[in-house]
């Protein structure tokens, strides 16, 4: 079974601040999706990256950065953290951009 | 016009009933259609794919597929109290490395 593996599943972090949120997936896949989710708007794609060291904006990448050094790993920055950033974030892997296998998620809360 | 649009309610169905999910985009050109579950602080798991035209069963699961009319659908059958959760459509809309789009989700709600 693939494993999409997020370093946090709880964070509290104080605005300004500069956070990280790493994934790890072990199933060799290409692409590697950022998501964040909230009540009402469903889904939205932040950043995705379809191979090492390569990145594409997806919806709402304002406010956040990523990094894609190995092919296993995809981390998300949040340079200076903000209230309107507290978010569920989704970290999600696949071959091909087909079916999204996806972290078990980082709830996040900037206060 | 949203790429990917759920536009019903919550689902509140009676256990054994049928659930019927619905879900219309924009992109003509999509070639892939997904249905994920996602349970009550969980993360989204894939349950149905369907990439031709017509029906695609799995267990008490159907996926149909319209392309001409840009509709896919979701029927559970003889719904169960853990089917009780959100559904997500996702439409691979082929720009952009494969990304895939994702409606807002519709609740279903299976009562005993």
């Known amino acids: 079974d693939v494993k999409v593996t997020q370093s946090s599943r709880y964070l509290v972090k104080r605005t300004g601040e500069k956070v990280f949120l790493e994934c790890v997936q072990d199933?060799?896949?290409?692409?590697m999706f950022w998501y964040r989710q909230d009540p009402g708007l469903g889904l939205r794609l932040i950043y995705f990256s379809y191979d090492v060291k390569m990145k594409e904006k997806g919806d709402i990448p304002e406010g956040y950065s990523v990094s894609r050094e190995k092919k296993e790993r995809f981390s998300l920055i949040l340079e200076s953290a903000s209230t309107n950033q507290t978010s569920m974030y989704l970290c999600a892997s696949s071959l091909r951009g087909e079916k999204l296998f996806f972290g078990s998620g980082t709830q996040l809360s900037v206060l | 016009q949203k790429e990917v649009e759920q536009n019903s309610g919550p689902l509140s169905v009676p256990e054994g009933a049928i659930a019927s999910l619905n879900c219309t985009y924009s992109d003509r050109g999509s070639q892939s259609f997904f249905w994920y579950r996602q349970y009550s602080g969980k993360s989204p798991e894939l349950i149905m794919s369907?990439?031709?035209?017509g029906d695609k069963e799995d267990g008490r699961f159907t996926a149909q597929l319209n392309k001409a009319s840009q509709y896919v659908s979701l029927l559970i059958r003889d719904s169960q109290p853990s089917d009780s959760a959100t559904y997500l459509c996702?439409?691979?809309?082929?720009?952009?490395?494969?990304?895939?789009?994702f409606g807002k989700g519709n609740q279903v709600v299976v009562i005993p």
């Open positions: 199933m060799d896949h290409e692409n």
């Open positions: 996702a439409v691979n809309t082929y720009y952009g490395n494969n990304r895939l789009a």
């Open positions: 369907i990439y031709s035209n």
